[in-house]
């Protein structure tokens, strides 16, 4: 790494966390998140007993992520909603904020390459992200421990560990795409209510969008409803709430073991019981891969926006 682009990055980093917008928001989902925790601990420690089978064998820690009591909504459906938030707040005014402010100018009058400062604002914001779901996910771990008093297997840290970086690669998808707009237009709050919108359209509209497109039809042929299912789960999967939502189900229910339409012969002789976290990594790869596809096609565009932009003006 460059020495000046080190010197960026720390700065952002920095700026990151002494900013009360940022703050904010992470008080935002370490609240919503405990809350959601602590009724799903209390509903499991009501349950276990009941329990015919043996409390290890239950997955308490991946149950903590998943379970809730009706009432709040579940861990991984608190982050799922919120965490774009996160990276939309972090990075709606990364440049047009300074081009209004006058900074950016100043800064590129230093000797430093001009790709140094968009790379800069990525990394800075990727790190602290990463960071704090990481002290997030060792946090609940830990509650859990307090809990049940039995600490997690080696496969329950890894699913839970993965789950956090998928949840990082999501978040850097909105991430990208803030900043995208954030050079794309001149005004701050327009590149916030275009991000929203585009966050907004994906979490509530494009689901139901598919489902009008492609319709379910259960009285058709079977090869002819297949094909609409395969064609209805493509569709789906080119929104990365899909794409995130399947990959974290599959993380912390082993017992998923396919992700699609499975026909009868398929499910001949098959055991219904948790698979490895070897298979469930195979299954969801796909979907780490696209939504690392989509992060870096964002910031690609971003990136070749910023170096050809002129920033003499506003």
């Known amino acids: 790494m460059r020495h000046s682009l080190y010197v960026l990055v720390k700065k952002e980093v920095s700026d990151h966390i002494h900013s009360w917008r940022f703050n904010i928001l992470l008080a935002l989902i370490f609240l919503t998140a405990m809350a959601s925790i602590y009724t799903a601990a209390m509903t499991i420690r009501d349950a276990v007993p009941k329990a015919e089978t043996p409390i290890g064998d239950v997955n308490l820690f991946l149950k903590i992520f998943t379970v809730s009591d009706g009432k709040l909504p579940s861990f991984i ?8 938030l996160l990276g939309i707040g972090m990075a709606f005014d990364a440049i047009n904020g300074e081009k209004n402010k006058g900074t950016l100018l100043r800064l590129l009058a230093q000797p430093i390459y001009r790709d140094d400062v968009i790379l800069s ?19 609940v771990m830990g509650l859990g421990i307090l809990f049940f008093g039995i600490p997690p297997t ?11 970086l998928v949840t990082s690669l999501y978040v850097a998808v909105w991430l990208s795409l803030a900043i995208l707009f954030s050079i794309y237009f001149r005004q701050s709050a327009t590149s916030l209510l275009a991000s929203i919108a585009i966050w907004l359209f994906f979490t509530l509209f494009y689901e ?6 492609v ?15 395969h064609t209805h789960q493509y569709l789906l999967r080119l929104s990365p709430n899909i794409l995130y939502q399947e990959a974290i189900t599959t993380l912390l229910s082993p017992n998923v073991r396919a992700l699609g339409p499975l026909t009868v012969e398929q499910l001949v002789g098959a055991i219904p019981s948790p698979i490895a976290f070897e298979q469930s990594l195979l299954l969801i790869w796909p979907h780490i891969a696209g939504l690392i596809a989509i ?20």
């Open 77 to 84: 459906a608190f982050v799922g909603f919120l965490a774009p």
């Open 121 to 139: 604002k990525w990394l800075a914001s990727l790190f602290v992200i990463t960071t704090f779901f990481i002290a997030l996910g060792l946090f």
């Open 154 to 164: 080696i496969e329950e840290v890894l699913r839970i560990v993965v789950f956090l």
């Open 208 to 213: 139901m969008i598919v489902n009008i497109i």
């Open 215 to 229: 319709p379910s039809n259960p009285e058709g042929a079977p090869q002819v409803v297949l094909q609409q299912m």
């Open 295 to 314: 992060s870096v096609a964002l910031f690609g565009i971003s990136f070749t926006l910023f170096m050809k932009q002129d920033i003499r003006g506003r």
